[in-house]
């Protein structure tokens, strides 16, 4: 293990090297409202006359600007610099842009649900900054999104789909990371996004696991968190701010945390030699930001069922003092039910969580400018001095960050620029890139030498219609089937027998349990099966009966195009099955 981790190092110091010598320098500097040309340098001042007007582009360094913005705001500006809101719809409402205009929030997130429209969404972003540099201290707001590439694209429209986080495990290249995070990064900062809450560095620890799946880049801890460690990289090369997740670890559980707060039975020492060990190798490296996760370790919290985002012990003496992790935390979705168990309410929830020591508090909906989380939260400012420093302490950390990335030559341009999104969306190269990196992480997990060209009659079959399309350009003489995801296994297995009948050969795809399940009446019939394993390889544990198997690891037409290439003969297949237990003697 020393030995690969040895080499693991070794590859993505020499990959990044020569990224940062390859990368077309296609970055330009972000616009700097407010800032006078040919101004001197005041860098060297640790602190600025309370007289002299500041704003953010006011030119002093950022740990020195951010303090003394700070110290000029009120109760609302601080407490409102803490805080990330989305909003529903392709159009923002009144609330949102009520909290922007009048409360100066400090962050917005993008959700899948405001994103059909890239035009749209461009336009809506350069709204809000437009509207943050009419403020007395013209604050950019962080601009946050899940980008993670795979099966997580929020960020829809016309941004490029790509095989996933598995599908670098597949590969064990930093390179491919790098290259991901570097993209897909690109084609944000075209958007006016300035935040990514990627890379996620959960492990696939829990086989059954779908709630991450596909989403990790697989089991093996450093492996885990040197493929991070280079998406984190890429996306910083494209001004993009990258945020692990979910720390501790999602990966361990099958419970979704949308839902109900998943308890988790692993002690500190299993978390140091597993699910932390990504979060310490990126913390090591700086890493600017991390989310803390909805999650309950009650062997590691003394008993105690509280999520890690509402902990304390979890963010400060672990995250922050053991592991010395001095960037930005911040909130997965409060919104989320298992945000609320321990508390009741989402106001305890957002407070909580302020105590804990996250400094930017996230939630998917707008709340109502009187919400009782805000009414309260000032109140505790005026009457608890702690609470009061530690929401001014947040708001330093939010803004001393925002100083550090958001100005200067690689920051993510305030205004997209909606004249070039056609260029810039999908980013230039990023096509080819993904449909190579695809290619390297298809995986052949069993070979049964199956003659695709003996003239015998192919049906391809599957619950995507890409994977069907895509089919049928290698082997337009087949027959297709496509089974729909809302109907029953009964239902599924029928059609698919009946497709199946005049078939010799089937090309099946299993993407979930229930395409799995369908997938058994065909055992025994005499078919000679090629199985695709899509998303999460796990459907495929009950299936190694088959002839053939290959597994690709997302839904992107990329990934569908190097499968059937591979079986056309194009080129031998030698991505590696991130997952020991699904792995097959060849």
């Given amino acids: 293990m020393k030995k690969l981790y040895i080499i693991f190092i070794f590859l993505a110091a020499v990959v990044l090297c020569a990224c940062n010598k390859t990368i077309p320098e296609t970055v330009t500097p972000a616009p700097v409202p407010g800032k006078a040309e040919n101004q001197p340098s005041k860098g060297k001042l640790s602190s600025i006359p309370e007289e002299e007007d500041i704003d953010f582009w006011s030119d002093y360094p950022a740990e020195t600007l951010s303090k003394a913005l700070a110290d000029r705001m009120t109760n609302e500006e601080l407490l409102a610099q803490i805080l990330m809101f989305g909003w529903s719809g392709t159009v923002p409402g009144q609330e949102v842009k009520s909290w922007v205009i009048d409360r100066k929030l400090g962050s917005i997130k993008i959700f899948g649900w405001n994103t059909d429209n890239t035009y749209a969404l461009a336009e809506n972003i350069k709204f809000f900054q437009e509207e943050t540099q009419k403020t007395k201290f013209k604050i950019p707001l962080f601009v946050a999104t899940d980008q993670e590439g795979g099966w997580i694209r929020h960020v829809k429209g016309r941004t490029t789909e790509t095989p996933g986080n598995l599908a670098i495990g597949a590969t064990g290249l930093p390179y491919d990371a790098y290259y991901s995070g570097y993209y897909i990064g690109m084609e944000l900062r075209a958007l006016g996004i300035n935040m990514n809450f990627a890379p996620t560095v959960d492990l696939y620890t829990d086989l059954h696991s779908t709630v991450i799946g596909p989403r990790s880049f697989g089991e093996n801890p450093r492996e885990a968190g040197l493929l991070g460690l280079a998406f984190a990289q890429g996306q910083l090369k494209a001004g993009v701010i990258p945020t692990a997740k979910h720390y501790p670890g999602h990966g361990d559980t099958n419970i979704d945390s949308h839902g109900i707060l998943p308890v988790i039975d692993a002690d500190m020492e299993t ?8 979060f310490r190798i990126l913390s090591e490296n700086k890493i600017p930001a991390i989310m803390t996760g909805h999650l309950a370790f009650p062997k590691v919290t003394d008993g105690k069922e509280i999520p890690a985002s509402l902990s304390s012990k979890f963010i400060k003496t672990i995250l922050e003092d053991e592991l010395n992790f001095d960037g930005l935390v911040i909130t997965d979705d409060m919104m989320m039910n298992g945000a609320i168990a321990t508390t009741g309410s989402l106001s305890e929830s957002f407070i909580e969580a302020i105590k804990a020591g996250n400094h930017i508090i996230l939630s998917s909906t707008t709340p109502l400018l009187q919400d009782r989380f805000w009414t309260k939260s000032l109140n505790l400012m005026e009457s608890d001095g702690d609470f009061f420093s530690t929401v001014k302490n ?19 341009p305030l205004y997209p620029d909606i004249s070039s999104l056609d260029e810039k969306v999908p980013a230039q190269g990023a096509e080819d890139f993904f449909l190579e990196q695809a290619a390297r992480a298809t995986t052949l997990v069993k070979s049964g030498n199956i003659n695709l060209n003996s003239g015998k009659k192919i049906l391809i079959a599957g619950g995507y219609r890409a994977f069907l399309s895509e089919g049928t350009k290698r082997f337009p003489q087949a027959e297709t089937c496509y089974l729909s995801q809302s109907n029953s296994i009964r239902e599924n297995q029928r059609i698919l027998s009946n497709a199946a009948a005049d078939s010799e050969i089937v090309i099946y795809c299993v993407h979930s349990y229930n395409s799995g399940k369908t997938a058994e009446i065909l055992k025994n019939t005499g078919k000679e099966l090629i199985l695709v394993s899509s998303l999460a390889p796990v459907f495929i544990e009950n299936l190694l009966w088959a002839e053939e198997i290959y ?9 569908y195009r190097a499968l059937f290439a591979a079986l056309s003969g194009d080129f031998i297949p030698e991505g590696k099955m991130p997952l020991k237990a699904l792995r097959q003697e060849n």
Avoid at 271 to 278: C, G, I, K, S
Avoid at 551 to 559: D, K, L, Q, R, T
């Fill in 271 to 278: 978390l140091r030699n597993r699910e932390l060990v990504p």
């Fill in 394 to 412: 947040a708001a330093i950390k939010v803004l001393e960050t925002k100083l550090t990335y958001l100005k200067g030559e690689n920051a993510v």
């Fill in 551 to 559: 597994a690709v690891y997302s839904y992107s037409p990329s990934s």
